[in-house]
Each structure stands twice: as structure tokens, then as C-alpha cells.
């Protein structure tokens, strides 16, 4: 590896001094849009790091407790530029993440806090009931006549960058170990993915910088090429998901991404007023991942927008997770997403075959790695063959050394061995497309997974095709009576069932009974369903339920909208809900 690409950011300054690098469109304040160009991006880091190197020394960590904006670059590419370890947090008061920005604090246990005039005070308060670093620092009052003061000092690649903390699905936080190698490599796999064009191409997104999609695509991968990455806060995205497209118009050559959700959503909340002033021809690729990606969600998209010039081979599901930096695999450009129905019995006997007459599990293909390799694996740790199901195991330069402060559990997940592979990456099967990552993708420097174990993802997969599809978490898995039952398919038919459900508030799970699990649904109740019967609605569940998948409905909880837990990401957090559902914290709609 001949540069990290934090080194990038230096060049892009003297190459394309005045070229604009980051763009913030502030919806929720003045309405004003603020760019740094790469000139100003490498000079306020330098300020900063100079900043940060009187306060700390490398390796430290600080926390990132920063609003959505340039200042959050900053506080990024700074906190690299001094080699200290970001913490990529938020500001307290996100509704919904109190919680995990406690825990998440407290686990890094950071030597300085990075934050903004205008949050200090929410700051302040936060910090007063949780362990105190030994500074606090606004990044926005740094002078920039410190930056003359900087001596470049270039991290290595297996250098700690920054911890990203899980958005807690299946269990608490914990921080993933992502090195300068890693971020390096995936950054280059993602851009290759997407084939942008070098200080061409444009990222227009509005994801949180702190979740590890929003890191990297915004972030991070523009600066392979000095590409220009304009973005705005999530809330305004959620007040007006219209302003997304309408950003997406702007350019000729432009990339975005999002959760499945936000396609659904923009699809079903964009008026036919509003699509009116769409030019969406020059987007190229739009990665939907970070939750399961949804058939009738590209649809929906689709249909809603192809008036709007946009091509359906712009849709790119894609599949990622926070221990591989974020990216793992995904459909090629300019390619239609591949729809697969399989059948679901045959599938929760792991097996893939296609779907004839009974019941199916229609899935969207996640398309194919790059730069890395991917194996579904049995349970006696052997490789499968492709049409069989199995935990995904992933290897490459962007894999993570280990979660922070936690080496049993380390071990477990970044220290698997395939007993039948050769020891090499010479493999020919479908899960080896090593692609062409250059000088930033290839090779075992990378400081992660690249030479050393296997990454157990805890995702449950199939090659079938010369495709590798998603088909669950085990942890999520519902086993009654010996057969395995997939719960999205599961919440899929409850959502269906009735139209008081809410869509995509359904959260299915098992509890321990006398011989077997019993099945356990909360769904909230939609805003069309305020005065349905909740025994009407129960009974419509259990009997579709039954009829779909020969299931028992142990409980089915109507709940009111907001309390089936989400991730960061949007996906639906069955272990947080079946906590509370343990903990009687679910309250019935209705219920007192």
C-alpha cells in the first residue's frame, strides 16, 4: 500500500487547491449552502491537528460529539491528520440514541471531546453524568493560522483510525477497530463498485456522518478521486425526503445511497407537484443497503420516479456491515437488481431451489464482492457449496482487526480458519471475486482481516447463481418445533394482514417456552388504524400467520407508533424489542 487516504487529502490540496471537496446544504438553519474546498479542508485539519496534539498524543482517542455538517468533516480528518483515534459519534439530544451515545462514549473512554460552539451547551450537560475527558474542544473556533505549524506526520496503515461503534441490532454496541488500511481499502473498493470518475463524479447524500455508511461514502470515498460530496442533516431529509431528489437533479455524474426504508419512504411522501421539477437522468448509482433490501421497495422507487428520467439500473442493492468498514458486496452498474423467489421451505432447511407452486421468500441479490471474499460457511466451520445456506464469511484488506477492549469476543468473530482452504486467495468459486482494488485494495497491510482470520458476520447467506444473497441473521432466526422460520418473512405477512399494522414497524421474535420457542409479534399500529378492533386485528395476524408459515402466534402486541426499536440504520431491532417485551415495557395500544 503506497498511501493511506487520509494522505489524499493533502494532495487534492495542492492539485485542485480551489476545487470544491465538501458541501453542506443546511435545510435546518439558514438555508445556506457552505463548501470547503480541498485547500480549506487540509488547512483546517492541520489547524486542528496541531490543536489536537498539544491536548493528546497519538492513539488517544476523541470523541466526535459534532452536528451534522463541516465541522464534522473537519473533526474527522483532523482527529486522522494528528494519528489520534475518532470517535464518531453525534451531539447529544438525537431523539431515540441517548442510550447508545452513553454506552458508546463510555466504552471508547475518550481523552478529549469534539464539539461545536453551538452544541457545547447540550454538550456540557451530557458530559456532566458520564465519565469526563480531560478537554473538551469547539472545532470551529481552532484559527486555521495554527495549520502553518503542522509537521505531516503519516499514520501506517494498520494504525488505529477510528472506532465505529454497531448500531446495536442484536446486542449492545461495540466498537469495531478500523484501521487507516482498512478505511484505505474499502474506500477504493466502494469507488472502483460505483466507477465514479475522478473529480467528476458527485456524492450526494444525507446520511448521519456518524453511522458507518454515512462515514464512508461521504467522507471518505470522495477523496479517491477529489470528488466533490455535497450532503445535508437526516431530519431534513425526513421532513422533506424531496430535497434528496432535488439535490440528485443538480448533477450530470452523481452517486447516492440509503436503507431500504428511505426508498419506500421518498416514493410513498414525494407529491406529484414535487416531481415535477425532477431531473434525476444523471444519477448513476444508488446503493440500497444497511437493512434488508426489499423487492417492492425498488419497485415503488421505480414506478414513482421513472417520469423523472430515472434509469432503473441506477438501483444498486448492496450488502455491508460495520466490521468490514461498511462495504462488502454489491450488483454491478449500469445492472438491474436480480429478484429471486425461492422456495421458503426448502430455504429454512437451508437449501436454495426456486419457488414452484407452494409458499416462497422472494429475495433481492446483493450482486458480488470486491476486493475481498466471501464463503457461506456451515455450522462444523466448512465452506458450502453454492444453493446451500450458511453464516457469510468475509476476508480482505478492509476487515477489522477487532472490536475495542474485547479480545474474547474478538477472537470469536475476526479469528476464523476455513479448514479446507489452501491458505491462499486463488480460489475459483463464485465467492472469490478478488476484483481489482490497485494499490489501495490489495495485499495483507491493510491492518485488518486481509492476512489474517476470516470475519464471522453473523448473516446467514447463499451463492446461488453467481450471486450472493442475504437471507437473515442468526440471532433473528425463530425455531419452533425444529424448523427454522425467518422473521422478515414473518413481519411481512403481519404488515399484510391488516391495515392498522404500520409498515415496517413489525418486529418478530421468539421466547422461551416449555419444549419449544413460541413466536412473539409487536407491530404498531398505523395512523389509518386508530379506531380498528385490536382483537379484529389479532385475529387477522394469527390467521394469516398460520396460513402462511403453519405458525402459532404465541402473542401479537398492537402497540402505538414509536415503540418498535430501529437501529441508526433503520433496521428493525428485535433483540432491543424482545427485551422489552421480556421487561413488560410494551404497552398494548389502547392500554393504559
Not at 502553518?148 to 503519516?154: G, S, V, Y
Request: glycine share 12%; with cysteine.
Amino acid at each position: 500500500m503506497r498511501e493511506t487516504l487520509i494522505a489524499r487529502v493533502a494532495r487534492w490540496a495542492g492539485e485542485i487547491p480551489q476545487a470544491p471537496a465538501y458541501t453542506f446544504v443546511d435545510h435546518l438553519g439558514d438555508g445556506a449552502r457552505h463548501t470547503l474546498t480541498w485547500a480549506g479542508a487540509d488547512l483546517r485539519a492541520r489547524a486542528l491537528a496541531v490543536r489536537l496534539r498539544e491536548l493528546a498524543a497519538p492513539g488517544d482517542r476523541a470523541a466526535v460529539l459534532v452536528p451534522q455538517g463541516l465541522d464534522y468533516v473537519v473533526a474527522m480528518l483532523g482527529t486522522m491528520y494528528a494519528r489520534l483515534v475518532a470517535v464518531p459519534l453525534f451531539a447529544p439530544g438525537l431523539p431515540g440514541h441517548a442510550e447508545r451515545l452513553a454506552g458508546a462514549y463510555a466504552d471508547a473512554d475518550p481523552l478529549v471531546v469534539l464539539t461545536t460552539t453551538a452544541a457545547l451547551p447540550g454538550v456540557t450537560g451530557f458530559l456532566a453524568g458520564a465519565p469526563a475527558p480531560k478537554h473538551v474542544l469547539t472545532v470551529d473556533t481552532v484559527s486555521g493560522l495554527l495549520a502553518d505549524e503542522w509537521e505531516p506526520e503519516p499514520p501506517g496503515p494498520g494504525e488505529l483510525a477510528y472506532l465505529q461503534y454497531t448500531s446495536g441490532s442484536t446486542r449492545a454496541p461495540a466498537g469495531v477497530e478500523i484501521t487507516h488500511g482498512n478505511l484505505t481499502a474499502n474506500a477504493a473498493q466502494l469507488w472502483e463498485v460505483v466507477r465514479a470518475r475522478p473529480r467528476t463524479s458527485v456524492a450526494a447524500l444525507w446520511l448521519p456522518l456518524f453511522h458507518d455508511m454515512g462515514l464512508v461514502a461521504t467522507v471518505a470515498m470522495p477523496i479517491m478521486g477529489g470528488n466533490l460530496a455535497v450532503f445535508m442533516d437526516p431530519v431534513a431529509f425526513v421532513m422533506r425526503p424531496v430535497r434528496w431528489l432535488r439535490l440528485l437533479s443538480e448533477f450530470a455524474d452523481v452517486f447516492t445511497g440509503g436503507p431500504n426504508f428511505a426508498y419506500e419512504y421518498t416514493a410513498a411522501r414525494v407529491t406529484p407537484e414535487e416531481k415535477a421539477g425532477l431531473d434525476l437522468s444523471g444519477v448513476r448509482v444508488m446503493l440500497n443497503g444497511a437493512e434488508p433490501v426489499r423487492p417492492g421497495a425498488i419497485e415503488a422507487f421505480d414506478a414513482a420516479f421513472a417520469g423523472c428520467g430515472l434509469r432503473p439500473e441506477a438501483h444498486t442493492p448492496a450488502y455491508g456491515l460495520a466490521e468490514a468498514t461498511v462495504f462488502v458486496a454489491a450488483s454491478g452498474r449500469d445492472e438491474r437488481p436480480v429478484v429471486t423467489a425461492f422456495d421458503r421451505d426448502a430455504l429454512r432447511e437451508g437449501r436454495a431451489a426456486p419457488a414452484g407452486t407452494g409458499a416462497r421468500s422472494t429475495l433481492v441479490s446483493c450482486g458480488r464482492p470486491h476486493g475481498q471474499r466471501v464463503r457461506a460457511v456451515g455450522p462444523d466451520g466448512r465452506a458450502l457449496p453454492d444453493g446451500e445456506v450458511g453464516e457469510l464469511w468475509v476476508r480482505g484488506p478492509n476487515v477489522a482487526r477487532a472490536y475495542w477492549r474485547d479480545p474474547e469476543r474478538s477472537a470469536e468473530v475476526f479469528g476464523a480458519t476455513l479448514p479446507d482452504e489452501d491458505g491462499g486467495d486463488g480460489d475459483d468459486d463464485a465467492g472469490d471475486d478478488l476484483g481489482d482494488g490497485g494499490d489501495v485494495g490489495d495485499g495483507g497491510d491493510g491492518g485488518g482481516g486481509g492476512d489474517g482470520g476470516w470475519l464471522r458476520t453473523g448473516d446467514l447467506g447463499v451463492w446461488y447463481g453467481g450471486r450472493l444473497y442475504v437471507t437473515g441473521r442468526i440471532k433473528d432466526l425463530v425455531i419452533v418445533d425444529g424448523r427454522n422460520h425467518y422473521p422478515q418473512d414473518i413481519e411481512v405477512t403481519v404488515q399484510e394482514a391488516h391495515p392498522a399494522i404500520r409498515r415496517d414497524r413489525v418486529a418478530a421474535f421468539a421466547v422461551p417456552g416449555g419444549e419449544t420457542e413460541r413466536l412473539v409479534v409487536v407491530a404498531e399500529r398505523s395512523r389509518h388504524g386508530q379506531g380498528a378492533d385490536p382483537d379484529e386485528v389479532t385475529r387477522a395476524v394469527r390467521a394469516a400467520v398460520r396460513k402462511y408459515h403453519d405458525l402459532a402466534v404465541h402473542d401479537f402486541v398492537l402497540t402505538e407508533a414509536g415503540t418498535v426499536p430501529r437501529t441508526s440504520s433503520g433496521k428493525i431491532a428485535r433483540r432491543a424489542c424482545l427485551r422489552a417485551y421480556l421487561e413488560g415495557l410494551v404497552v398494548r395500544a389502547g392500554v393504559d
